[in-house]
């Protein structure tokens, strides 16, 4: 989230699409509340009527995987209607940027398509520059290459009419949710935009959230308490795993994974850190290459020298997209010798469980770490196998549970908040902690005594956590903030700085790329310091502004910033635009800052040495338009990989690029109506942690679909009858839930049903059931992040368990 | 029972059914609390995601759940059953052993080592809350103890600690302040009435609803309390035991002394002439 969970009392519109915060945040659902109490609306868009639905003042239903027909919609309502907040789009955001002539868009493409290789060129969407080098701006946004102008070309398709045909949203609705979220784009006024897995589980999720973004730059709500972009995070420390680099593209602290091309430290920094000819640009990626360089530190320790490029050598790079489909594809094919699984059971949670199931089956060794057996651990004795056919041998590690151990969770807010262990764990079950530290120690031994490929990048590692039993977590915490590997003496400002070897980093901007400073996590420094855990404190006392910041309730990154870009909640003076909610206001007589840690300590743009608000782009404003976005710089409604309808924006079916195989093409007349798939309060995630709790499983003890009166009473379906769902990848039963907070699409002249489902079921545990994702896609990937299109799918329903 | 008792400071819940989103926190933390086994169960019994089917010896709270249309837009609404800890407790007025017994801080606590299983308490609440323990040998009844155990100690009942932010627990006249002021301030949102303020003369446990109560299935309970509809002629048994009984033992004692008195003199007779014959 660019805000955090108890920001959300502060808003005064709530639009929750993709999401479902009543059923899967219900405890954070209460600032919600808060915000309703004081006035606020709750708007929810989903294609069912949830609980969230229930508690919300205004609901608008859509048709799965058109949200960016929904958000353009809401675009281009802001924009004709001049809703939007002008000081801020024409200062904060690059409204004012001229693009090169070399940019367009003509009938569902941008400019440059290379049919060959199936890309972009995206050279072609640069800035248009000037001699030095910086973007040329027309600061009166009328110039049509202005950034402005070809955004509102760009949305002048998505009119009400057009958009309510392609997601069947009752035109009323649309324009309700139209005035009251856009209402927000007043000075004051905060409207929040709080997403999930609806918005980011499509071939254009990532362009989704780009949408979310613009609307939210549009209505001057990034920054500004009650505003952002704000995810909800699904596991409980699945921001924490974000953070420190577990995807297969990102470094800790989100630095990009090298790539082979990235030759040395030198050519990596150059082509992730640019420079800046904007001097207004605090650039704040431009130090990147002191927190690569305290990385490597904290990795290879003394072996890290300048003269080697402190070891960067010995980082893999990576030669492909190793994410998490290629990989079981890979298994699948038997090219992939061993998987550990952590926590993690691929057989349930990803999409097409048929072939992550068989093909586990391939390996040679798997080894999983949970706390109960899951469908993925016994997948050699899942119904229908023959276990003396499987030669995979299978390894289970009892983990212990968070209430077993010690160590910090990051929400969705980034809030760190340090826990202590209530009980021990149960006989020999670890935590992932003492898992891994002896992974490290054996693989090093190993490597010592038989040496292999590259030896030295693993028997090199620092790797220093104590000698008890059990790793110190604490050492752990404090190499991940970070320490002075010497005596040093660093120059802030006016002040003279000096540290010893061995002492925490104080804040991130005190990093060195000399090799004089560690820090395992950058965004992290500034959590343990010498005064101690900071994410360990409970001071529960808000800050006298009463938003909600409580600045000594554990610790957020970076810096304990509880707002992100809080430095564009102000005008150009620093005088915050809305006086009723001051996050932040400069003090022109003392020359500070006062209220949240502002996000850039530099002065309001007025002063000599002020800078603009976004400060982690190289331009420091907000990007309305795009650079870096495979598929385009602005968002573009194509329909999902699967859909029963025709793109009525452009001729452009799909994505442009995303792959679709050869061989597949859907029959609508065989799987006619929408699929979709989402959680239950009751259960969580793939099951594993709820579906042996008997007082969960009384709550939720069966699989089961969702799907309208209309659609139930066409297949002669009652409420509790047994039904079989089917797609290409397979087939499924389960109960039939009718109900009327379903109901059918009109698209485009024919009436299209839906069926929804949750995905907690699986053949192990104490509560079975089939698993939804046997029916769901691997096929049809995000070209930005890879994630599979869960959400919208083709499906057929017949009763009584038989096959479509 | 007829003199009006004061319950202004008696533990009450408020339960706002505006914030409550369905999540059942409150039926696990009570299951855990009082340890009660999960109920086996299929799919789901009623509208939307309602388990288990019933309250019962092993389900003392649960939500209920409203799947339908209300004047073509979809209602989805969730509402918390549980025993009302009545100010004046029908169970309490009608077992002939005293097993139940509304405690000074609220709560209507039941002691099961008094109950008899009779299961009077059940023909006798109104809002169909105690119940009957089936499978076990020696039965009993059971009902929610308003977590009387944690309220002794200074907590707050297991659901209200578990609920985010629908259950409120105070004494009855803030809990009726708090009801009142929340009418006043958004009478867009709710219903323009707490349940349980009046039902069977007035509960420890106090609703706000955006829809109508009937309509979500509450019951429709008489203002009176029940106990008052037996009162008046219970409240005569120790008088008319003791002038009924106690007239008619004079009366016996009064015939019986006539034939006592007549007697003695026989006996005496037969004595003093007895002597005179030698």
Partial sequence: ?804 | MTEKKDYSNQRTFLIDLTRCTGCRGCQVACKQWNQLEAEKTTFFEGEGYQNPPAMSEHTFTKIKFRDYQRHGYNEFAFYKEMCMHCNDPACASVCPVGAFLKTPEGPVIYKPERCIGCRFCMIACPFGVPKYQWSKTFPFVVKCTGCYSRVKEGLIPACAKACPSAISYGSRSDMIREAKSRLQARPDKYFNRVYGMEEAGGTSVLYLSELPFLELGFRKVTARPLPSYTWAALRLVPAVFLTMGGSLAFISWLTHRKERLRREQEERNVREHGKEGQ
Avoid at chain 1, 392 to 417: C, D, H, Y
């Fill in chain 1, 1 to 804: 989230m660019t805000n955090h969970w108890n920001d959300l009392k502060n808003s005064d519109c709530i639009l929750a699409i993709g999401c479902n915060p009543a059923e899967n945040h219900p405890i954070s659902f209460k600032w919600i509340e808060a915000a309703m109490e004081k006035g606020g609306t709750l708007i929810a868009v989903d294609p069912r009527f949830t609980r969230t639905a229930s508690k919300a003042d205004i609901y608008a239903r859509i048709r799965p995987g058109t949200d960016i027909a929904f958000l353009g919609g809401l675009i281009n309502y802001a924009l004709q209607n001049n809703l939007v907040h002008k000081e801020y789009v024409s200062e904060y955001t690059n409204a004012s940027f001229i693009v090169n002539e070399q940019f367009g868009f003509k009938e569902g493409m941008f400019s440059d398509w290379d049919d060959r290789k199936k890309t972009y060129d995206m050279t072609k969407w640069r800035y248009a520059v000037d001699g030095s080098g910086k973007a040329q701006r027309d600061p009166t946004l009328k110039d049509p290459r202005s950034v402005y102008q070809l955004l509102k070309k760009h949305y002048s398709r998505y009119d009400v009419d057009t958009v309510c045909r392609v997601t069947g949203t009752n035109k009323d609705d649309y324009i309700t949710v139209a005035k009251a979220f856009c209402g927000t784009g007043r000075p004051d006024r905060a409207g929040t935009i709080l997403y999930a897995m609806g918005i980011t589980q499509s071939t254009h999720g990532v362009q989704n959230v780009r949408a979310v973004a613009v609307l939210q730059m549009l209505l001057g709500n990034i920054g500004i308490p009650g505003g952002g972009v704000n995810a909800l995070r699904g596991e409980s420390n699945v921001q924490g795993s974000t953070d420190y680099g577990l995807l297969f593209h990102t470094l800790p602290a989100y630095m990009a994974s090298p790539e082979y091309m990235d030759v040395s430290l030198a050519a990596y920094s150059a082509r992730y850190f640019p420079k800046s000819s904007e001097p207004k640009s605090t650039n704040w990626w431009q130090n990147g290459n002191k927190y690569m360089v305290s990385l490597l530190k904290a990795w290879w320790g003394e072996n890290a020298k300048a003269e080697n490029e402190f070891c960067y050598n010995y980082l893999p790079k990576r030669s492909g997209n190793y994410s998490y489909i290629p990989i079981i594809n890979k298994m699948a094919e038997g090219r992939l010798e061993g998987l550990v699984c952590m926590g993690m059971n691929p057989a349930v949670g990803g999409p097409n469980s048929l072939k992550a199931r068989e093909g586990l089956g391939k390996l040679k060794w798997l080894v999983t770490a949970d706390l109960w057996e899951t469908e993925t651990s016994i997948f050699w004795k899942r119904p229908g196998v023959n276990p003396k056919d499987i030669k995979t041998e299978v390894f289970m590690l009892p983990a212990a549970s968070s209430v077993e151990k010690e160590g910090s969770i990051s929400n969705s807010g980034r809030w760190a908040q340090w826990r202590y262990a209530a009980v021990e764990p149960p006989g020999e079950a670890k935590s992932d902690l003492w898992i891994l530290d002896r992974f490290h120690h054996r693989l090093k031994e190993l490597y010592k005594k038989e040496g292999g490929e590259l030896p030295e990048a693993i028997t090199k590692v620092a790797w220093d956590y104590g000698t008890g039993h059990e790793p110190d977590v604490h050492r752990v915490a404090k190499e991940i903030n970070g320490y002075f590997t010497r005596d040093t003496t660093i120059k802030d400002r006016d002040t003279v700085l000096e540290f010893k070897a061995g002492e925490q980093v104080p804040a991130f901007a005190l990093l060195q790329d000399d090799g004089s400073t560690l820090s395992g996590c950058w965004i992290y420094c500034g959590s343990y310091t010498k005064d101690g855990n900071l994410m360990a404190r409970r001071d529960p006392a808000d800050h006298p502004s009463g938003l909600g910041l409580h600045p000594g309730w554990a610790w957020c990154w970076p810096a304990n910033r509880r707002i992100l870009y809080n430095r564009a909640s102000v005008n150009k003076a620093g005088r915050p635009f809305n006086p009723n909610r001051p996050i932040l206001a400069w003090n022109s007589a003392t020359k500070k800052w006062e209220g949240d840690v502002p996000d850039g300590g530099a002065p309001p743009i007025d002063d000599e040495k002020g800078a603009y608000p976004f400060i982690m782009n190289f331009e420091g404003v907000g990007r309305l338009y795009a650079l870096n976005m495979k598929d385009g710089p602005f968002p573009e409604h194509y329909e999902p990989a699967e859909s029963p309808a025709k793109n009525l924006l452009s001729k452009v079916q799909n994505n442009p690029l995303i792959k679709i195989p050869q061989n597949i093409s859907v029959d609508m007349a065989k799987y006619p109506y929408i699929g979709t798939t989402y959680r239950v309060t009751e259960h969580w995630q793939a099951g594993a942690m709820t579906r042996s709790l008997p007082w969960l499983v009384e709550l939720v003890p069966d699989m089961f679909v969702e799907m309208s009166e209309t659609l139930a009473n066409s297949k002669g379906i009652k409420n509790g009858d047994r039904v079989r769902v089917t797609t290409r990848r397979g087939s499924i039963e389960a109960y039939a839930l009718v109900t009327t907070r379903l109901k059918p699409f009109l698209v485009q002249g024919k009436i299209i049903e839906e069926v929804g489902m949750p995905w907690h079921f699986g053949y192990s545990g104490s509560a079975k059931g089939d698993s939804a994702n046997v029916l769901t896609s691997d096929d049809y990937l995000s070209p930005n992040s890879s994630i599979p299109e869960y959400k919208a799918f083709l499906c057929n329903i017949e009763k009584g368990g038989n096959h479509a």
